[in-house]
């Protein structure tokens, strides 16, 4: 059975730093992209950022480019997402996702999410 | 960013009831368009990829169409489980979401 499990949430004052982490299990982790969403609370969902299986590829979206850095760590079946000078409007239940191997960039699993608040 | 517009924002089907919901990309996305459910307090789920693709485990009723900027999801015969949030998804290099559609049972 796959299973994505995030952790490392929480709260955090603005202009902190925080590293979320992915757990994959069920499948090969070396074979696939994964990727970063977030949802704040009550909205809609936003793509954040993806790596691809060797980590050759690395894509990120334009609100929190040059902030966040995605990784991962293939033997450990580990994602990554760092992220400094952190905002308000970083508050949200991040998703990490696996991507479909077909094509196109869709995402078949996903984790549970881990819930990152940012206030003073 | 390739926008996604996706409508109606609500809907209210009877059990048994056809519906359908609509997505309009802001350019053509050449069918690379999925759709989601989410119910509440859990993840999405991938329920159709590549405009008309069922991902696998996902009831037949459901199904996908569409082409260039215009895109549907069709439930055939609403049930109680369908009941929740649903998103189209452009599955570009650069991802972007639908605002999404709750769906009620009437």
């Known amino acids: 059975e796959v299973q994505l499990v995030e952790s490392g949430g929480g709260l955090v004052q603005p202009g902190r730093s925080l590293k979320l982490s992915c757990v994959a299990s069920?499948?090969?982790?070396?074979?696939?992209?994964m990727n970063w969403i977030r949802q704040a609370p009550g909205k809609g969902l936003e793509w954040v950022a993806y790596?691809?299986?060797?980590?050759?590829?690395?894509y990120y979206a334009e609100t929190v480019k040059g902030r966040f850095t995605i990784s991962r760590d293939n033997a450990k079946n580990t994602l990554y997402l760092q992220m400094t000078s952190l905002r308000s409007e970083d508050t949200a239940l991040y998703y990490c996702?696996?991507?479909?191997?077909?094509?196109?960039?869709?995402?078949?699993?996903w984790g549970q999410g881990v819930m990152v608040t940012v206030s003073s | 960013d390739i926008q996604m517009t996706q409508s109606p924002a609500s809907l209210s089907a009877s059990l048994g009831e056809t519906i359908s919901i609509e997505c309009r990309a802001s350019?053509?996305?050449?069918?690379?368009l999925a759709w989601y459910q989410q119910k509440s307090g859990k993840s999405p789920q991938l329920l159709i990829y590549?405009?008309?693709r069922l991902q696998d485990g996902v009831p037949s009723r459901f199904s996908g169409s569409g082409s260039g900027t215009q895109y549907s999801l069709k439930i055939s015969g609403m049930q109680p489980e369908d009941e929740g949030d649903y998103f189209c998804?452009?599955?570009?290099?650069?991802?972007?979401f639908g605002g999404g559609t709750k769906l009620e049972l009437k």
């Open positions: 790596i691809s299986s060797g980590s050759s590829y690395i």
């Open positions: 998804l452009q599955g570009s290099k650069f991802p972007t």
């Open positions: 590549a405009a008309n």
């Open positions: 350019e053509d996305i050449y069918s690379n």
């Open positions: 996702a696996r991507r479909l191997n077909y094509g196109g960039y869709y995402f078949d699993y």
């Open positions: 069920g499948f090969t982790f070396s074979n696939y992209g």
